[in-house]
Protein backbone atom coordinates (compact mmCIF):
# COMPACT_ATOMS: atom_id res chain seq x y z
CA UNK A 1 0.00 0.00 0.00
CA UNK A 2 2.87 2.36 0.85
CA UNK A 3 3.71 4.40 -1.76
CA UNK A 4 7.52 4.71 -1.29
CA UNK A 5 8.69 2.08 1.35
CA UNK A 6 12.53 2.09 2.88
CA UNK A 7 13.68 -0.38 5.03
CA UNK A 8 14.97 0.06 7.69
CA UNK A 9 13.36 2.63 9.67
CA UNK A 10 15.86 3.12 12.15
CA UNK A 11 19.66 2.10 12.19
CA UNK A 12 22.07 1.82 14.82
CA UNK A 13 25.49 0.82 13.96
CA UNK A 14 29.35 1.75 14.53
CA UNK A 15 32.13 3.57 13.60
CA UNK A 16 33.72 1.50 10.60
CA UNK A 17 31.11 -0.74 9.44
CA UNK A 18 29.15 -0.70 6.07
CA UNK A 19 25.31 -0.87 6.02
CA UNK A 20 22.64 -0.31 3.10
CA UNK A 21 19.70 1.22 2.82
CA UNK A 22 16.49 0.05 0.92
CA UNK A 23 13.83 1.78 -1.09
CA UNK A 24 11.12 0.57 -3.19
CA UNK A 25 8.35 2.70 -5.00
CA UNK A 26 4.92 1.01 -6.48
CA UNK A 27 3.80 4.25 -8.18
CA UNK A 28 5.15 3.35 -11.31
CA UNK A 29 7.79 6.20 -10.92
CA UNK A 30 10.58 6.44 -13.47
CA UNK A 31 13.09 8.44 -11.39
CA UNK A 32 14.38 8.06 -7.39
CA UNK A 33 16.21 10.22 -5.32
CA UNK A 34 18.35 9.90 -2.18
CA UNK A 35 18.06 12.72 -0.14
CA UNK A 36 20.47 13.85 3.43
CA UNK A 37 19.03 15.84 6.04
CA UNK A 38 21.44 16.58 8.90
CA UNK A 39 21.11 17.26 12.42
CA UNK A 40 20.23 21.56 11.04
CA UNK A 41 17.30 19.77 9.28
CA UNK A 42 19.14 20.97 5.46
CA UNK A 43 17.69 18.58 2.78
CA UNK A 44 20.31 18.00 0.61
CA UNK A 45 20.12 15.56 -2.37
CA UNK A 46 23.12 12.46 -2.53
CA UNK A 47 21.91 11.02 -6.22
CA UNK A 48 19.22 10.62 -8.73
CA UNK A 49 18.83 7.75 -10.83
CA UNK A 50 16.59 7.65 -14.37
CA UNK A 51 15.46 4.20 -15.20
CA UNK A 52 18.21 2.84 -13.44
CA UNK A 53 20.77 5.18 -15.29
CA UNK A 54 22.50 7.97 -12.79
CA UNK A 55 21.61 11.00 -13.34
CA UNK A 56 22.60 13.35 -10.47
CA UNK A 57 25.64 12.43 -8.46
CA UNK A 58 26.26 15.01 -5.81
CA UNK A 59 29.81 15.54 -3.87
CA UNK A 60 29.49 12.78 -1.91
CA UNK A 61 32.11 10.90 -0.55
CA UNK A 62 33.11 7.80 -2.57
CA UNK A 63 31.85 5.25 0.37
CA UNK A 64 28.56 5.89 -0.62
CA UNK A 65 27.27 4.00 -3.62
CA UNK A 66 23.81 3.56 -5.07
CA UNK A 67 22.45 0.65 -6.31
CA UNK A 68 19.32 0.70 -8.88
CA UNK A 69 18.55 -3.08 -10.04
CA UNK A 70 15.21 -1.54 -11.12
CA UNK A 71 13.43 1.48 -12.03
CA UNK A 72 11.10 0.34 -8.48
CA UNK A 73 14.03 0.58 -6.53
CA UNK A 74 17.19 2.12 -5.14
CA UNK A 75 19.25 0.98 -2.89
CA UNK A 76 22.19 3.06 -0.79
CA UNK A 77 25.29 1.31 0.39
CA UNK A 78 27.95 2.96 2.69
CA UNK A 79 30.88 1.99 3.51
CA UNK A 80 33.37 2.50 6.55
CA UNK A 81 30.71 3.92 8.20
CA UNK A 82 31.65 7.57 10.10
CA UNK A 83 29.94 10.24 13.20
CA UNK A 84 29.29 12.42 10.41
CA UNK A 85 27.01 10.07 8.35
CA UNK A 86 24.08 10.08 11.15
CA UNK A 87 21.41 11.63 9.40
CA UNK A 88 18.04 10.79 8.52
CA UNK A 89 18.39 9.23 4.64
CA UNK A 90 15.03 10.06 2.77
CA UNK A 91 14.04 8.14 -0.88
CA UNK A 92 11.95 9.86 -3.26
CA UNK A 93 10.35 9.39 -6.33
CA UNK A 94 9.21 10.91 -8.99
CA UNK A 95 7.39 10.93 -13.15
CA UNK A 96 10.22 12.47 -15.53
CA UNK A 97 12.92 14.53 -15.46
CA UNK A 98 12.86 17.84 -14.18
CA UNK A 99 10.12 19.97 -12.60
CA UNK A 100 9.20 19.74 -9.06
CA UNK A 101 5.78 18.03 -9.17
CA UNK A 102 4.77 15.30 -7.86
CA UNK A 103 7.73 14.00 -5.69
CA UNK A 104 6.79 11.18 -3.21
CA UNK A 105 9.03 10.81 -0.21
CA UNK A 106 9.52 7.93 2.16
CA UNK A 107 9.35 8.25 5.85
CA UNK A 108 13.15 8.22 5.97
CA UNK A 109 15.66 5.97 7.89
CA UNK A 110 17.25 7.33 10.41
CA UNK A 111 20.78 6.22 10.61
CA UNK A 112 23.28 6.82 13.99
CA UNK A 113 26.42 6.18 14.06
CA UNK A 114 28.32 5.59 17.42
CA UNK B 1 17.02 27.47 -10.50
CA UNK B 2 15.96 30.83 -8.72
CA UNK B 3 16.34 31.48 -5.27
CA UNK B 4 13.53 32.22 -2.88
CA UNK B 5 13.24 33.76 0.40
CA UNK B 6 10.62 32.77 3.33
CA UNK B 7 10.52 34.02 6.83
CA UNK B 8 12.10 31.83 9.14
CA UNK B 9 9.12 31.09 11.23
CA UNK B 10 5.14 31.67 11.65
CA UNK B 11 2.69 31.15 13.90
CA UNK B 12 -1.12 30.65 13.32
CA UNK B 13 -4.48 30.14 15.70
CA UNK B 14 -6.32 26.96 14.87
CA UNK B 15 -8.94 27.79 12.54
CA UNK B 16 -7.72 30.60 10.93
CA UNK B 17 -6.30 30.90 7.36
CA UNK B 18 -2.31 30.36 7.44
CA UNK B 19 -0.35 33.05 4.38
CA UNK B 20 2.94 31.72 4.27
CA UNK B 21 4.60 34.49 1.61
CA UNK B 22 7.45 33.36 -0.55
CA UNK B 23 9.73 36.21 -2.23
CA UNK B 24 11.07 34.96 -5.92
CA UNK B 25 12.20 37.82 -7.41
CA UNK B 26 14.65 36.24 -10.13
CA UNK B 27 12.43 33.80 -11.33
CA UNK B 28 11.81 33.28 -15.16
CA UNK B 29 9.07 33.03 -17.13
CA UNK B 30 9.65 29.11 -17.77
CA UNK B 31 9.92 28.43 -13.96
CA UNK B 32 7.18 27.32 -11.35
CA UNK B 33 6.76 27.69 -7.75
CA UNK B 34 6.45 24.80 -5.87
CA UNK B 35 5.24 24.32 -2.28
CA UNK B 36 6.12 21.10 0.09
CA UNK B 37 5.80 20.70 3.62
CA UNK B 38 7.69 18.30 5.78
CA UNK B 39 5.84 17.19 9.45
CA UNK B 40 8.13 16.48 12.39
CA UNK B 41 10.22 13.44 11.28
CA UNK B 42 8.15 12.43 7.91
CA UNK B 43 9.25 12.91 4.47
CA UNK B 44 8.47 16.05 2.67
CA UNK B 45 4.74 16.14 1.17
CA UNK B 46 3.91 18.09 -2.13
CA UNK B 47 1.13 20.30 -1.74
CA UNK B 48 0.70 22.60 -5.05
CA UNK B 49 2.48 23.72 -7.83
CA UNK B 50 1.87 27.26 -10.07
CA UNK B 51 3.09 29.40 -13.12
CA UNK B 52 1.27 32.48 -12.95
CA UNK B 53 -2.31 32.13 -12.39
CA UNK B 54 -3.69 31.40 -8.58
CA UNK B 55 -4.04 27.27 -8.33
CA UNK B 56 -6.42 25.55 -5.31
CA UNK B 57 -6.30 22.28 -4.23
CA UNK B 58 -7.94 20.25 -1.43
CA UNK B 59 -4.92 20.68 0.78
CA UNK B 60 -4.43 24.79 -0.53
CA UNK B 61 -4.58 27.77 -2.55
CA UNK B 62 -1.14 29.56 -4.23
CA UNK B 63 -1.51 32.98 -4.93
CA UNK B 64 1.33 34.42 -7.27
CA UNK B 65 1.39 37.99 -8.20
CA UNK B 66 1.09 39.70 -11.64
CA UNK B 67 4.56 40.23 -11.71
CA UNK B 68 5.37 36.71 -10.25
CA UNK B 69 8.23 38.03 -8.15
CA UNK B 70 6.16 36.71 -4.71
CA UNK B 71 3.76 34.44 -4.25
CA UNK B 72 1.27 33.56 -1.02
CA UNK B 73 0.70 29.92 0.14
CA UNK B 74 -3.19 29.64 2.02
CA UNK B 75 -3.94 27.27 4.50
CA UNK B 76 -7.61 28.13 4.85
CA UNK B 77 -8.56 26.49 7.96
CA UNK B 78 -5.46 25.50 9.96
CA UNK B 79 -5.36 22.40 12.29
CA UNK B 80 -2.59 21.52 14.84
CA UNK B 81 -1.85 18.88 12.11
CA UNK B 82 -0.58 21.72 9.67
CA UNK B 83 2.30 22.20 11.99
CA UNK B 84 5.29 21.33 9.72
CA UNK B 85 8.11 23.21 8.09
CA UNK B 86 6.46 24.97 4.53
CA UNK B 87 9.39 24.70 1.66
CA UNK B 88 8.81 27.24 -1.32
CA UNK B 89 10.67 26.48 -4.05
CA UNK B 90 11.28 27.30 -7.72
CA UNK B 91 12.13 26.11 -10.59
CA UNK B 92 11.56 24.74 -14.52
CA UNK B 93 9.55 22.26 -15.96
CA UNK B 94 11.46 19.59 -17.82
CA UNK B 95 15.37 19.20 -18.00
CA UNK B 96 16.04 22.27 -20.33
CA UNK B 97 15.20 24.74 -18.60
CA UNK B 98 17.01 23.80 -15.28
CA UNK B 99 18.38 21.14 -13.08
CA UNK B 100 17.18 17.85 -12.58
CA UNK B 101 17.08 18.44 -8.81
CA UNK B 102 14.67 19.65 -6.85
CA UNK B 103 17.02 21.87 -4.08
CA UNK B 104 15.45 22.77 -0.87
CA UNK B 105 16.19 25.63 1.30
CA UNK B 106 15.49 26.24 4.83
CA UNK B 107 11.65 27.06 4.73
CA UNK B 108 9.04 28.21 6.92
CA UNK B 109 8.32 26.58 10.45
CA UNK B 110 4.76 26.78 10.93
CA UNK B 111 2.98 26.42 14.05
CA UNK B 112 -0.53 26.00 14.67
CA UNK B 113 -1.34 26.67 18.32
CA UNK B 114 -4.91 25.63 19.70
Known amino acids: DTAVSQTPKYLVTQMGNDKSIKCEQN?????MYWYKQDSKKFLKIMFS???????INETVPNRFSPKSPDKAHLNLHINSLELGDSAVYFCASSQGRGGGYGYTFGSGTRLTVV | DAKTTQPTSMDCAEGRAANLPCNHS???????VYWYRQIHSQGPQYIIHGLKNNETNEMASLIITEDRKSSTLILPHATLRDTAVYYC???????????????FGKGTKLTVNP
Open chain 2, 89 to 103: IVRAAGIQGGSEKLV
Open chain 1, 49 to 55: YNNKELI
Open chain 2, 26 to 32: TISGNEY
Open chain 1, 27 to 31: LGHDT
